[in-house]
């Protein structure tokens, strides 16, 4: 055989390998929105065949009756006011970090930094009670505060880095003109700081929204489940009831929105997402 | 001026660092004196009872199942999908990019976007044995003799378990060498070739060496998070952990033991004890695959 001939028997190899695996990923997800729109029956028939009547009541009873709309509701609540909490309070110390030395500054920047180290199951018990001293279990407040606070390590380590990149020039003539150093953090630096907290802000949300074990600890009472631990609660209970199609409905509503923002944003994704393994 | 900035500092840090103390500082801390208490259900009152938790980790054989699971899933998951997103990153990145290759990258990436929870329920049906997909595909091609109760039996439910993880992790992985590889100058293969060399040696002599750094961190971010399964395994396995603990793993164990049996004092023991063996393994792992930086 002689090298070019190889060379695309190895090309047409390499074509087959990938649209293998590509089949082997979408397959399955494909399956479950096909399947989201049968009977049970229908589904334990043969996982082969299309629906004969696509059900879209299945949705509708998978949103309403198995409250998937309210889980989906309590998840979007304790992200979005998470995330937002934690750039807050991450571009406040990062700032400090970035912009002002005093005594501690370096061992500061360690303790918020170093909680990226440590096993997040070292601290679970001692969690569980530090948020029920508080009264916040089963609360909004209590889990956005601890979602907010976990993602502090990552984001402050990062727009730290962000914050020293910036020229302080600017700062400094803003303040020499009178400006407060308020002023500066809102007025200048913020505003700059946008695509990183950005970046940072979509990188939190996926990571907050995917987010099983602090929600199986702290928020115990059904009604204020969050989306992934309802559909797993609904999943694992369902052996009683057997409601197949509206599990699967469930499924497709928490796969379909997550793939949707992907698929949007996938460039700033996957980037920023490899970005925080190579950190 | 000076005294403005000081204020404007402890002004910006207050809330934050106090939360944070709370929150993340504090639970850390707690963490190691409860280890060494019998605090058990919701009694307010415990003693400090040395040792005794650790002793009584090292004489139970349940815990000893888990880590041997943890150890078996240390060794297998980084060997299996490194080896397979290394194979798929090639096969992507064959001659400068083969065509779709950025479509294919898109596709692979959808598992690491989905909660672990979520990839656990749609796997449990693809598992079920009667209506579930992987055995209706074997049936239907005519392997009926392979259909199964995947994770009901004991000598299939970790395994299967281990593909769910290495079907969820591949693309990640796949996005993070191809973009490693990308940044390798295409003269060096231009070279190799003109050398003589086929594409499986371009590969070996110059893509890994190349890309090792990227690769050393990914088995590095896998080992650790061998120690760190927790919801696949707590959604997928009967009991969960079983059957018969044959998919028990330390995070589950200490789970269970806390916030089934509510014995505190052990779960943080064993919380002490995954800390522990997290350290090493980064140290260790990191140690092992260290190799001298190839500069290009």
């Not at chain 1, 914050?163 to 600017?170: A, D, G, P, R």
């Not at chain 1, 509503?253 to 997550?258: G, K």
């Not at chain 2, 896998?222 to 079983?242: E, H, M, R, T, Y």
């Amino acid at each position: 055989m002689t090298r070019t001939a190889t060379g695309r028997l190895f090309g047409g190899m390499t074509q087959g390998f990938a649209l293998v695996w590509g089949a082997m990923v979408l397959f399955p997800l494909l399956w479950s929105v096909v399947s989201s729109f049968k009977t049970d029956s229908e589904i334990f028939q043969s996982p082969w065949k299309l629906p004969a009547v696509w059900h879209w009541d299945n949705f509708s009873r998978a949103w309403s009756e198995s409250h998937i709309g309210r889980y989906f509701f309590n998840s979007l609540v304790v992200v979005t006011c998470g995330v937002v909490i934690c750039l807050l309070l991450s571009a406040a110390v990062a700032y400090v970090l970035a912009q002002f030395e005093f005594p501690g500054s370096k061992a500061l920047y360690y303790v918020f930094v170093g909680g990226m180290v440590f096993p997040g199951f070292m601290a679970l018990v001692p969690l569980f009670f530090v948020v029920q001293n508080l009264g916040l279990m089963n609360t909004y407040l209590g889990l956005i505060l601890v979602y907010a606070t976990g993602g502090m390590s990552f984001s402050v380590f990062f727009l730290t880095a962000f914050f020293k990149s910036q020229s302080k020039e600017l700062a400094e003539a803003a303040l020499v003109d009178g400006c407060s150093h308020w002023g500066v953090l809102f007025r200048i630096m913020l505003p700059l700081a946008r695509p990183g907290l950005v970046s940072i802000g979509i990188f939190q949300f996926l990571g907050m929204w995917n987010e099983y074990l602090l929600p199986l600890v702290l928020m115990t009472d059904e009604n204020r489940y969050l989306v992934t631990q309802g559909l797993a609660n609904l999943a694992v209970t369902q052996g009683y009831h057997s409601d197949y199609s509206g599990l699967f409905a469930g499924l497709t509503i928490s796969i379909l929105p997550v793939l949707a923002v992907y698929l949007v944003f996938h460039r700033q994704i996957s980037t920023g997402m490899t970005a925080g393994a190579l950190k | 001026m000076h005294h403005g900035k000081y204020r404007f500092v402890f002004g910006l840090l207050l809330i934050p660092l106090g939360l944070y103390a709370v929150f993340v500082v504090s639970p850390y801390v707690q963490a190691f004196p409860i280890a060494f208490t019998d605090w058990e259900g919701l009694s307010a009152t415990y003693r400090y009872i040395g040792f005794d938790n650790f002793v009584a980790l090292f004489h139970d054989s349940v815990f000893w199942t888990a880590l041997r699971h943890n150890l078996f899933l240390l060794v297998s998951l980084p060997t299996i999908i490194v080896t397979l997103s290394l194979f798929f990153s090639a096969a992507l990145n064959h001659r400068g990019g083969i065509r779709g290759a950025k479509f294919y990258k898109i596709i692979y990436f959808f598992p690491a976007v989905l909660s672990i929870a979520v990839v656990g329920v749609l796997w449990q049906f693809i598992f079920e044995p009667r209506g579930g997909l992987l055995n209706g595909f074997l049936r239907a091609v005519g392997l009926d003799a392979l259909a199964q109760p995947w994770l009901g039996d004991g000598d299939t439910a970790l395994g299967s378990i281990i593909a769910v993880v290495v079907w969820g992790g591949v693309g990640f992985y796949v996005v993070l060498f191809t973009a490693a590889m990308a940044a390798i100058p295409k003269e060096l293969y231009e070279a190799a070739l003109l050398d003589g060399a086929g594409s499986v040696q371009a590969f070996f002599r110059i893509t890994l060496p190349l890309i090792w750094n990227t690769v050393q961190v990914a088995i590095a971010f896998l080992v650790i998070g061998a120690l760190d399964q927790f919801a696949l395994i707590k959604v997928l396995s009967v009991g969960p952990g079983g059957p018969n603990d044959a998919t028990q793993v330390i995070s589950l164990y200490m789970y269970t033991n806390a916030f089934a049996y509510g014995k505190f004092g052990y779960a943080s023991a064993i919380g002490v004890t995954l800390f522990a063996l997290n350290m090493i393994l980064t140290v260790l792992t990191f140690r092992l695959t260290r190799r001298e930086r190839v500069v290009y």
